[in-house]
Structure formats: C-alpha cells, structure tokens
C-alpha cells in the first residue's frame, strides 16, 4: 500500500511538472506580451526596464528554469498586471469564497442528483420519471449565465429572500450554490437513473427481494453502494473545477473568488498568472482525482489498489 | 383431504410484451408435501421458472401478473397477500436458490452480512449472534475456515463456494420449503454433484420441502421423490420418480427418456432429440400443446385439450391415448415404425 502511495506520489509530480512545461511553452507560443497594450504609449527605454524588471528578457530556457526554482519553494511569483500583489496572494485572497461556493454547490449536487436519479429509476416510464428526464434535460440545455440572472429576478427582487449579489453573510451563498449545482443535478439525474436502473434489474437485487427485504431497504442496501461508482467519476473533475471558481457566476453574483484570474490572466497575457492559476487548478484536480480513486477501492471491493496498475 | 404444505392450482401467469400477451404458465397444478423433494422438469420456455417465481410472489409486475389460480402455503394463500405479509413469508417460511451464482451475490457486501440478512430483519437479533448465525450457516453448507470466510466479499469465493452461500442465504431462517431454480446448472459437473448431496443432505438433515427446478433429468433421479414434467406453460406428467421413470405416460416424457444417453445400452445408439420446437405461447393451440411433435397424436389431440388421468400411486398424465377410445400404444408404435 505505501509501496502504491509512493508511486502514485510520484507520479503526481511528474503530471505537475509537464502541464508546468507544456503551459509555460504554449503561453509564450501565442503572440502578445504582458506589455503589448502600452507598447505605443510608453517609451522603449521604460518598456525594456518592465521587460529587466520581470526578467521577460531573459532566453526562455532561462526564464523557465527561473519560474521552476520559485514553484519548488512554492512561490508562484508576482502578478504583472497589478504589480502590488503576488499570484499567491490572488489565490489566498480568492479560493476561499471560490472553494465554499463550489464546496456547497457540490453537496447539494450530489445529494439532489443522487436523490432525483434513484426516484427515476424506481419509476421508470412513469410520471416522475419523465419529469425528473425533463429536468435534467433543462439543466444540462440551460446555460449558468441564464439560470443566474433568472434566480436573482425571483428570488432576490421579485420574492427577496437572499441578497441579489456581493458576498458577506452565508444567505450571500445561496443563490450562486444553486446556479452552479444546476447543471451538475442534472448530469448525476442521469448517470444514477442510468446505473440504478442497471443495479436493480441484477440478480443480487433479486436475491435480497427473496430474503424478504422491502425495496426501499434494498435500494439503500443494495442499490445506491453498487450504482454510484459512475457518479464517483464524474465527481472527480467536477469537483475541481467547481472548487477553483467559474468565472460566469463569481461575475454574476460579484463575488471575489478567483474565477476572473483565469480568464483575465490570458486576456493581459500576465504570465506569472496564467501559469499560477493553472498549477493550482491541475494540483487540485490530481490531487481530487487520487482520493476519487481510493473512495472507488472503499466503495467496490473488487477494486484494489495495490494491484498492478492498468 | 390433507393438507399439502404448498399446493398450487391451477395457475396462470401471462406476461405483457410489445408483441402481445406470452401465456408464460397456463394453469399450473401440483402440490408439495412437507420433507418431499418435488422436480419440475421441462425444457426452457415451459414455464418452470415463472412458476417457481410465482411461488415466491417474485413476478415483475409489470409486465408480468397471475391471471389465475392461486398459490396455498399452510393454508394461507400466499398469492393474494399484501406485499408486507408476504415479506414475511419470503426468506423466513420459503427460501430460494437461484440458477446462476455468479451474479446472485451483492459484489459490494460481505457474504455474512448476505447471509443473515433476512434472519436480523426476522429475529431482531444483535451483531454478534448474527456474525454467529452467519458463520454456522457457513459451516453448514460445507465452507472451511468459516470465520474468516464470513467476513470476505463474494468475489474471494469460487463459483460452487458462491452457490454454497446462496444456498446458506435461503436456510438462513430455517425455511420449510426451499425453491431451487436450476441450481447447479451454472457450474461444471463435479461441482454440480457436489451441490447436488448437500442440498440431498441438508434436506434430510432440516426436514426441508425442497422443489428443484431442471431440464436435467440425472438430477430429477438424483435428488426428488416426485417429479413434475412442464410442457408449454402446462402439466403434462407427475409422479413419483420411480414411476415416471419406470412407466412413463406422457408421449413427451417418453420422448425426454429417450433422448438421455443410457449407461446399459450396450451398442453406441444415437440420442434420439424431440423434432420441432414448443408452440408459440403468445398464441397457444387449442389442443395439446404438445400434439405438433408428437409422434401418436390422433385428430382429438389438435382439437382437444386431454384430459388428466389418474393412475398408481398418484401417478397423473394428460394425454389423450390413455383414453378408453384410443388406440392401444403398442398399435401405434407399431404403425409408427410401418411408417418411419
């Protein structure tokens, strides 16, 4: 097992280290320079001291070896764009309401998803079932950007029940938990309805109805254990990316987590930030990914991790 | 009259396809005595399995139902009990073994805890007697090293090991009737056998009414006292094993016989099959199901449903050549071979 752990370690570095060089390659691959729109305003002396100061004119190879010292002591470096502020200080300052959004947004996901999927199973073909598909169908079409606007009209201003937006008191976290779990509701619906249906049609399910267990019993018994392993999968990148921020609905819901640095890092081609803000997000999804993997050997028996790997 | 310990009359079980209503089972009789093993044999599709799953309430509704007929187990009729009386009676008063062991078991919960599932829910009783429980039961089915066995996953077992839990899971409670729907067909032969003298054993040892369900005619020798023969979703034949086997009475019976290989023949002899396949049971014929491949069928037997005749022993056929009217067999057989 620590034989495994080791390994599996290991090998999460070495993922780390080539989405580090391959990022830090293709950044510098697209055309543009963190400078480029005061190129015409400034002078090129003051351009080239910008240039020294973020060690920009430096051969690549020597920027990259550079930027891979400072990542082992953990360092992510400074922001260009707004130079008051290191990368680690962005992510400090954002992750937190970014995780506890997303963090919610999952637990209500799972627990609806999971919940909606089995009820339509157990009612396949029948009334609950198609609303359930209708749903689920409605949550996978029906883009955050639409469905955010829509919850702050009927919740917030027509029925106001929670803060239109901004971020301060848990009742701030509702509304934007909800309009990121929608869509994920919506895909668990499916994957579960799908996998139930499956699990309650095999002969162990009627085994147990031999033994004279009733069926709720049984799909908290023998159901939902054996039908969630697809869930698990899908959880794994989803959880990622839901802990790390979206970008539509911190926007939306003004929030300051650290979805916006995602996008403004391309967009100003802040190096430092692109680079930063894409570690953090691969970390934690190999790190979300590793424990998906031991939660499948606690989940399924017949998985076992210390097997040869596939 | 006695009581039987399980008698079924004349039951029908229909299922709903896109293509219409399959007459599954078309007015099933028979009854069980208390410690009797009783065989149902008939080649796939003649409704063993649906009755036996008629038994035990485990029809899927939709699209199957019981259109008639009732199911009567120590007087109660079982197959018009409201569902949580009749999880009482599964698992606790009958127990069930299924065909294929591999897929019978929940891959993702210890074989213990399978076992003594319906004997907690019944018994109420706490952890430790139930880990007990499970682990007697282990033993009792032939499984060595039981308390570490108890506490592993169905994967870690064999395929005769996982029948032998299966087996363990419908004694748990001390049923008095075990259903076992063609329990050794999934395994190979010495594992069959082996299967076979336990469930001999532990029918003999708890007094347990046992009804097998097999196309296999060795295990019907084997294993039952009597035996009923299943043609197209009806009786065709019932008796006690060594009167069936003795003087058969039923031109399909005679034609199962004959298509078994036999030890004293002394020359190699072809197997003879049965030509043709069962009838179409969306749309039964009116007469004999059996008439369209039966060598002897006569005019009446296309028209008319026979009659079932009684004779030794409770020996029962229905079959229209044991009427007064007909033609003696030896006749026809002897016409049958002018013929061939």
Redesign the interface.
């Known amino acids: 097992m620590s034989n495994y752990l080791l390994k599996r370690v290991l090998m999460m570095f070495l993922t780390l280290w080539i989405i580090v060089t391959l990022t830090f390659s293709l950044m510098h691959a697209i055309p543009g320079n963190p400078f480029a729109s005061e190129s015409d305003q400034l002078p090129e002396q003051i351009l080239a001291n910008l240039r020294a100061k973020y060690h920009l004119d430096e051969p690549l190879p020597v920027q990259y070896v550079m930027y891979l010292k400072n990542l082992v002591s953990l360092d992510l470096g400074p922001s260009i764009k707004s130079d008051s502020r290191s990368v680690n200080d962005m992510i400090a300052d954002g992750f937190g309401a970014s995780a506890w959004l997303g963090g919610q947004a999952i637990v209500v996901a799972l627990i609806f998803g999971v919940l909606f999927g089995i009820i339509a199973a157990l009612n396949r073909n029948r009334a609950l079932d198609y609303i359930a598909m209708a749903l689920a169908v409605l949550g996978v079409a029906v883009p955050s950007f639409i469905l955010a606007p829509l919850l702050i009209n009927y919740l917030a201003i027509k029925l106001p029940l929670f803060p239109v937006a901004t971020w301060g008191t848990w009742m701030h976290t509702v509304l934007p938990s909800l309009a990121l779990a929608f869509g994920p509701i919506a895909i668990i619906t499916r994957y579960m309805r799908a996998s139930m249906i499956e699990v309650m049609n095999?002969?162990?399910i009627?085994?147990?109805?031999?033994?004279?267990?009733?069926t709720p019993l049984i799909v908290i018994?023998?159901g939902i254990?054996?039908a969630i392993l697809p869930v698990i999968t899908f959880l794994g990148p989803l959880i990622a990316s839901l802990i790390t921020g979206t970008f539509v609905v911190e926007k939306i819901f003004a929030i300051p987590g650290i979805g916006k640095y995602f996008v403004d890092g391309i967009f100003n081609r802040d190096y430092p930030v692109i680079l930063g803000t894409t570690i953090f997000y691969s970390a934690i999804l190999i790190v979300t990914i590793f424990l998906i993997d031991i939660a499948y050997s606690l989940?399924?028996?017949?998985i076992r991790l210390t097997k040869k790997e596939g | 009259m006695k009581e039987h310990l399980l008698s079924i009359e004349n039951l029908k079980v229909n299922f709903k396809t896109y293509g219409g209503e399959v007459q599954a089972v078309r007015g099933v009789t028979f009854h069980v005595e208390k410690g009797e093993t009783v065989a149902i044999v008939g080649e796939s599709g003649c409704g063993k399995s649906v009755t036996a799953q008629a038994i035990?309430g485990?029809i899927p509704n939709p699209p199957g139902r019981i259109v008639d007929g009732k199911v009567v187990f120590e007087g109660t009729e079982i197959s018009k009990l409201p569902k949580?009386e009749l999880?009482?009676?599964?698992?606790?008063q009958i127990?069930?073994v299924?065909q294929?062991p591999m897929?019978?078991?929940?891959?993702?919960?210890k074989v213990g805890a399978?076992i003594v599932?319906?004997f907690v829910?019944?018994q109420k009783v706490s952890r430790e007697e139930a880990k007990k429980r499970a682990i007697e039961m282990l033993r009792l089915v032939g499984i060595p090293d039981p308390e570490q066995r108890v506490d592993q996953?169905p994967?870690q077992f064999s395929g005769g090991m996982r029948q032998r839990v299966?087996i363990a899971?419908?004694l748990a409670c001390n049923p008095k009737l075990v259903i076992a729907d063609e329990p050794t067909t999934a395994l190979d032969v010495t594992i069959q056998a082996q299967i076979l003298d336990l469930l001999k054993q532990l029918q003999e040892e708890q007094e347990l009414a046992v009804v097998i369900i097999t196309h296999d005619l060795g295990v019907v020798a084997e294993i039952a006292h009597r035996m009923v023969v299943m043609y197209a979703g009806m009786v065709v034949e019932t008796g006690t094993v060594e009167e069936v086997f003795a003087n058969p009475r039923h031109p399909y019976t005679w034609g199962l016989m004959r298509s078994l290989p036999r030890l004293d023949e002394s020359e190699k002899q072809r197997l003879i099959p049965i030509e043709g396949a069962p009838p179409d049971l969306f749309n039964p014929p009116v007469g004999c199901a059996f008439a369209a491949r039966c060598d002897f069928a006569m005019e009446i037997c296309k028209q008319q449903m026979p009659p079932t005749k009684t004779f030794d022993k409770g020996h029962e056929a229905a079959c229209w050549l044991h009427d007064e009217r007909a033609p003696r067999i030896d006749e026809l057989v002897a016409a049958g071979r002018q013929d061939s």
């Open positions: 095999q002969n162990y009627r085994t147990a109805e031999a033994k004279g267990i009733p018994k023998h254990r054996n989940i399924d028996p017949r | 035990m485990l949580k999880l009482g009676i599964r698992g606790t127990g069930m299924f294929d897929t019978a078991l929940n891959p993702t919960m399978q599932e319906g829910r019944s996953y994967h299966v899971i419908a």
